[in-house]
């Protein structure tokens, strides 16, 4: 089935808070879909979109966001 821009859904759907579709699924124009890359990509794309900017050597910054997302 041939695929084309659009019929996936986004990675954080518009509204999204607390959830994201990730992997081959999700749509994303930064890579190509069929490489590894694109799944770690998109699990990273959701990841910033949903935490907002985070300075990624603060660990604790990171802790922080990840325990106020899983309540």
């Not at 996936?8 to 879909?33: L, W």
């Not at 990171?62 to 899983?70: G, N």
Request: charged fraction near 25%; charge should be negative; glycine fraction near 8%.
């Amino acid at each position: 089935m041939p695929r084309q821009a659009g019929d996936r859904p986004a990675v954080v759907p518009e509204g999204a808070v607390k959830f994201a579709f990730i992997g081959q699924f999700a749509e994303t124009t930064r890579d190509c879909i069929f490489t590894t890359e694109y799944s770690v990509r998109t699990g990273m794309e959701a990841a910033y979109q949903l935490l907002g900017k985070i300075d990624n050597t603060e660990i604790s910054e990171l802790l922080k966001e990840f325990h106020l997302i899983s309540e």
